[in-house]
């Protein structure tokens, strides 16, 4: 598939729910949309930052995609759809061909198995959870959190734009782990468990015990995994 596609999209309002038609250009490296076609780009998105993934369940609506990636070093969040699902399957995959291609460029010493892996890819678990803050006094306050790769951020609500905050989670031998419970003194609330990174302790609760396995499940996957030349440029962003 050509790494070149352009048309018009719907996109959700950053502030809003609303839809509002905008054209998208991918080439080269990068993917613009532009509120007014003679004008300079509203955005332009990197592809070796970029994630997209079907969001039909999170949208309510079958042909929409989510796009992730990194402005000035912070997450954004964006979502599109069209009415001809085909469309968005070909946005998806003219997407993918032309990370890869990107990546091979930019990291040429990493091996292909370590490339096809940072292709676009849906996010390891998404859903609610409870987490509170370091101090004993904090309360719990129910957030949204996505576990994308090697980066869990947490949420106000689902479709927000920017996360507000984002946790690395990297190597189990590099000071990370999870378990189940808290520390004690430390507040305690219905299914919690604890991230330990080498900045600070997360303090999480789940819906319910099942919840919680899944959850610990997810991250401890991720910290199995030794982290690639990609992931080590990713951490120094955090």
């Not at 009415?83 to 061909?97: E, G, H, L, S």
């Not at 306050?141 to 946790?167: N, S, V």
Request: proline share 5%; net charge positive.
């Amino acid at each position: 598939m050509s790494g070149f596609i352009e048309g018009f999209l719907m996109k959700r309002g950053k502030e809003d729910a609303r839809y509002h038609p905008r054209k998208f250009i991918l080439s080269e490296d990068n993917i613009r949309y532009f509120v007014k076609e003679k004008k300079d780009p509203k955005a332009v998105l990197k592809l070796c930052d970029l994630n997209v993934a079907f969001a039909p369940e999170k949208t309510k609506n079958p042909n929409t995609l989510q796009l992730t990636y990194l402005k000035n070093g912070i997450t954004r969040h964006i979502y599109v759809c069209h009415d001809d699902p085909q469309t968005i399957v070909n946005w998806y995959m003219a997407i993918r061909c032309t990370k890869l291609h990107r990546l091979q460029i930019a990291y040429p010493s990493a091996n292909e198995d370590e490339l096809l892996e940072q292709l676009t890819q849906d996010f390891a678990r998404e859903g609610w959870l409870w987490k509170t803050g370091p101090r004993p006094t904090d309360a719990y306050k129910k957030r949204w959190f996505t576990l994308d790769d090697r980066k869990l951020m947490y949420h106000e609500e689902p479709l927000d734009a920017h996360p507000k905050g984002e946790i690395f989670l990297g190597h189990m031998l590099e000071g990370y782990s999870v378990r189940i419970g808290v520390p004690i003194g430390t507040r305690d609330h219905d299914f919690t468990f604890t991230l330990t990174t080498p900045e600070r302790l997360f303090y999480l609760s789940a819906m319910s015990s099942f919840d919680r396995d899944l959850w610990i499940e997810a991250i401890q996957a991720v910290l199995n995994k030794p982290l690639t030349s990609y992931h080590r440029t990713q951490k120094s962003i955090f």
